[in-house]
């Protein structure tokens, strides 16, 4: 996750470290879980949502030959991504930053209407062009 916070016309971007590597890679669920407590802080009006997908424990293949993995699966990284951007209003987007081995999952999650990016600087980009806007057309 990205955090983005503007402050007397900066932007700032952070990384949010969410969870350690080991914890991140082996288990999904409190990692998506943090996902969401982040982004529904008051404090928080939009988010990156960014992972590695090189792990099984994330489901984040197609189902098929070679490997238990199934995208589609409850409880995997898409199907805890797409109940966070349904439950909230505040803009979300995902960033796969990995191969075309990842299109299905891509594809899942874009079919679901969430953004989705294949590098982070242009997700981030987009959410920042994004909020601009909004915040215009909301007379801030």
Known sequence: LFFLNEHAGILYVRPLLVS?????????PPCMESARAFIED???????ISNVPLTKALQTLPAG???AEDLTRPGGFAS???EIFRSTAKPVVVN????????????HL??????????AD???RFLRLYVDRMSREAGR
């Open 65 to 67: 030959e070679g490997h």
């Open 42 to 48: 008051p404090g928080v009006d939009c988010a990156v």
């Open 20 to 28: 350690t590597g080991v914890l991140f890679l082996s288990y999904p």
């Open 96 to 107: 796969i930053d990995s191969g075309a081995l990842y299109d299905p999952l891509a594809g």
């Open 122 to 124: 242009e997700a981030l």
């Open 110 to 119: 874009e079919k679901a209407g969430i953004p989705v990016f294949r590098r």
């Open 80 to 82: 805890r991504t797409i």
